[in-house]
């Protein structure tokens, strides 16, 4: 769409607001609501706001930030009643004052890494399987950790009593234009997963931002609340946000090459070494919280090495065994607590600079690495991912390339942030603590 037909639609829906949705670099959802009045001066780029009270956009003295509305991102909510107008969305770039671009805003650093690879000839295509949990709320609303179901992997009713608050979270996202491919209930008790299909990188992103919104909505009419924390609960699953991905060159999937034994392009295995290559830091972003390193330990199916198989769903990637165009890996550790613009960035920038530099993965492993002894991991050579987010903070400031991916305007308003973080949770006696050395010491 552009500007011309954003309004006409809106006046041929009768939209009485719509809301310019952005998201900071922690990935939070934000947004400024806009009456009637001002939807031209919004698509003329003409709305400012407080930047300074978002977190790493800019100073009090430099406060003033421009939203730059990207008129393909469209969309009628559909759960607004009518008597009070219809509420719309448009997902919006941040800019400088003089419509410039701005160096912390997380989807123009996406638009910027997705270029890079166009410049080489590449589009990445992307689809995540997001999983999150449904919580019951106490008698003051306040969310718990008490499950509403005692659901397992694919369970139906009555365990199931999600199933519900589920579909009625596929029906809404489809009335927002997704392809929603598939919903069932997780291993976890109160545990869920919609996949929806893959689309270009920055689609994709505004997708997972728009996914989190709708899914935290309908569960709040459900009398539920939804959270996207990797790990609520201890001794079950955690939840992840794997990310399938591809390239596609001359409008051919590039990771398929039917020549070959394993029907893996040279070009694929180049992107895989890159992932390998960059994981550690890659960490820092796709998995950037306390409680994220909490979900990536051993006993749980989330990868917590460095290593890649085909079919194989224990490694860190695997490539799923559709040929053709469907040839793609799979990106297993990240969690849907990420900023989804920096992420894709870092992933893909990881993966290019595999392919420009030819670099080779290691022999796949096809062994399930959760049962291998650590001698038999070091005969693979396999490695492991960041134990905390501490370590992973580290790996990242020994990364330029990831570094780069973020940006270092980005980069350092991260790392101060996440720094901040750790500290933090380090100060903290924890309820473990008093359980475990109260009484013996």
Not at 136 to 162: C, K, M, W
Not at 279 to 295: D, G, I, Q
């Amino acid at each position: 769409m552009n500007a011309a037909e954003v309004l006409k639609t809106c006046r041929e829906e009768r939209v009485r607001f719509i809301r310019l949705q952005f998201t900071d670099i922690m990935g939070c959802n934000k947004n400024v609501e806009i009456p009637q009045s001002q939807f031209e001066k919004a698509l003329d780029g003409q709305i400012l706001f407080d930047g300074s009270s978002i977190e790493g956009f800019a100073r009090i003295e430099e406060s003033d930030m421009l939203l730059q509305p990207d008129p393909d991102t469209f969309r009628i909510f559909p759960w607004e009643q009518l008597q009070r107008g219809k509420v719309a969305r448009l997902i919006c770039d941040v800019c400088q004052p003089d419509g410039s671009s701005f160096d912390g805003c997380p989807r123009t650093r996406l638009k910027e890494v997705i270029a890079e690879a166009q410049h080489s000839g590449y589009t990445m295509q992307a689809g995540p399987e997001l999983e999150f949990f449904l919580f019951q709320r106490n008698a003051q609303g306040e969310p718990t950790i008490l499950t509403h179901d005692s659901g397992g992997y694919f369970d139906l009713t009555p365990v199931d009593r999600g199933e519900e608050a589920r579909r009625d979270i596929v029906n809404t996202l489809e009335a927002m234009g997704f392809e929603v491919e598939a919903a069932h209930h997780e291993v976890s008790p109160g545990q869920h997963e919609i996949d929806f299909r893959h689309d270009e990188a920055l689609s994709t992103a505004d997708n997972i931002v728009t996914f989190k919104l709708i899914v935290r909505k309908v569960a709040q009419d459900h009398g539920l609340h939804a959270t996207f924390m990797p790990k609520p609960i201890r001794q079950v699953n955690g939840s992840g946000m794997h990310i399938h991905q591809s390239l596609v060159r001359k409008g051919c999937n590039a990771f398929f090459d039917p020549q070959s034994e394993s029907g893996i392009s040279q070009t694929a295995l180049h992107y895989i070494a890159g992932l390998l290559e960059h994981a550690r830091a890659l960490c820092a972003v796709t998995n950037p919280l306390v409680n994220s390193y909490k979900r990536l330990v051993r006993g749980f199916e989330a990868p917590t090495t460095v290593a890649w198989s085909e079919r194989n769903r224990s490694p860190l990637v695997r490539v799923p065994a559709r040929r053709g165009e469907g040839t793609r890996c799979e990106l297993r550790m990240p969690d849907p607590s990420c900023n989804p613009y920096l992420a894709l960035a870092a992933i893909l920038k990881a993966g290019m600079d595999g392919i420009e530099n030819s670099l080779r993965p290691p022999p796949p492993v096809q062994k399930n690495i959760f049962r291998m002894s650590v001698r038999e991991r070091r005969k693979h050579r396999i490695g492991d991912l960041p134990r905390s987010l501490d370590e992973a903070l580290k790996r990242l400031q020994r990364d330029r390339l990831v570094q780069d991916a973020l940006g270092s305007h980005i980069c350092k308003h991260f790392l101060d942030a996440k720094k901040s973080e750790w500290r933090a949770y380090c100060r903290q006696v924890h309820p473990w603590e008093i359980e475990e050395y109260l009484r013996t010491y």
